[in-house]
Nanobody, 123 residues
């Protein structure tokens, strides 16, 4: 059974850091594109960072230079390191797995989703 489980969310002050994890089971991560998405109250789900099966990394302009996506194949886990957090980063963060044909920044094209983890940035 395919499953994605996010962890690492929490509350942090502006300028702080969090590291999110997305542990996969039932499939091998390198075979998929993996996306981190987020959804704030009243807003649409948006792409934050993508890691392709070829290990290419992509970031939304809003997080470029602050967030870093990475993968540990031995642990079948993808990470999102978030630094210099801002209040506008507050959202539920989801990881998702995508088989070809790839959806890239289109969340409705992804095949599997985790349950989400809350990130709150506030003073």
């Amino acid at each position: 059974q395919v499953q994605l489980v996010e962890s690492g969310g929490g509350a942090v002050q502006p300028g702080g850091s969090l590291s999110l994890s997305c542990a996969a089971s039932g499939f091998t991560l390198p075979d998929y594109n993996i996306g981190w998405f987020r959804q704030a109250p009243g807003k649409e789900r948006e792409g934050v960072s993508l890691l392709s099966s070829a290990d290419n990394k992509h970031y939304a302009d809003s997080v470029k230079g602050r967030f870093t996506i990475s993968r540990d194949n031995a642990k079948n886990t993808v990470y999102l390191q978030m630094n210099s957090l801002k209040p506008e980063d507050t959202a539920v963060y989801y990881c998702a797995a995508d088989l070809p044909p790839y959806g890239w920044w289109l969340p409705n094209k992804y095949d599997y989703w985790g349950q989400g983890t809350q990130v709150t940035v506030s003073s």
